[in-house]
T-cell receptor, first 115, second 113 residues
Framework: SQTIHQWPATLVQPVGSPLSLECTVEGTSNPNLYWYRQAAGRGLQLLFYSVGIGQISSEVPQNLSASRPQDRQFILSSKKLLLSDSGFYLC??????????????FGPGTRLLVL | AQTVTQSQPEMSVQEAETVTLSCTYDTSENNYYLFWYKQPPSRQMILVIRQEAYKQQNATENRFSVNFQKAAKSFSLKISDSQLGDTAMYFCAFSASRGKLTFGKGITLSVRP
């Protein structure tokens, strides 16, 4: 069966520090991968998605970036964090192609607090 | 662009009773998919149920069922025999040809003992 991991689970960082959040998927190959951010009590905002190694699409311009160095690894980064980067970050995967593969499956998330 | 609207910010239901969560969407696509996700206090998003737009039959998953009205662009979730573990935030989501999900703002459901 497929599983998705995210780490760290919780992170407290000072303003201006760098960021690296990691997401890995097991049990599937060539997945589509997604990064979302959720502010407290609000909906999900798609940040990045990837359909393959090295292929990243950005949905919202900001000081975050994403990379996909391996087929099942997705990394969210920042060189200098802002207070507004605080939130709950969720990674998700879906199979490629159509049909019910349109469903996305989410990891446990990372709580980021920027102070 | 697609939009998903969940107009009720919160609802409450007595344990063992039935509750319906509303969702409407707007799209010019003809082939698409609709989903309900549950986010419990742990905040992990869990897929509850999915519906393909080309299927007329409403999807069901145990105590969860949907009422899909394509012409009205409505996609409501019915939870039967509500349980305390159903307390969560519920998100309606839409996916069209490019595979990206558009989420509604969510509704907070509280199940009272």
């Amino acid at each position: 069966s497929q599983t998705i991991h995210q780490w760290p689970a919780t992170l407290v960082q000072p303003v201006g520090s760098p960021l690296s959040l990691e997401c890995t998927v097991e049990g599937t190959s060539n997945p589509n991968l997604y990064w979302y951010r959720q502010a407290a009590g609000r909906g999900l905002q798609l940040l990045f998605y990837s359909v393959g190694i090295g292929q990243i699409s950005s949905e919202v311009p900001q000081n975050l970036s994403a990379s996909r160095p391996q087929d099942r690894q997705f990394i969210l980064s920042s060189k200098k964090l802002l207070l507004s980067d605080s939130g709950f970050y969720l990674c998700a995967w879906s199979t490629t192609g159509g049909g019910s593969s349109r469903a996305q499956y989410f990891g446990p998330g990372t709580r980021l607090l920027v102070l | 662009a697609q939009t998903v609207t969940q107009s009720q910010p919160e609802m409450s239901v007595q344990e063992a009773e039935t509750v319906t969560l509303s969702c409407t969407y707007d799209t010019s696509e003809n082939n698409y998919y609709l989903f309900w996700y549950k986010q419990p206090p742990s905040r992990q998003m869990i897929l509850v149920i999915r519906q393909e737009a080309y299927k007329q039959q409403n999807a069901t998953e145990n105590r969860f069922s949907v009422n899909f009205q394509k012409a009205a662009k409505s996609f409501s979730l019915k939870i039967s025999d509500s349980q305390l573990g159903d307390t969560a935030m519920y998100f309606c989501a839409f996916s069209a040809s490019r595979g990206k999900l558009t989420f509604g703002k969510g509704i907070t459901l509280s199940v009272r003992p």
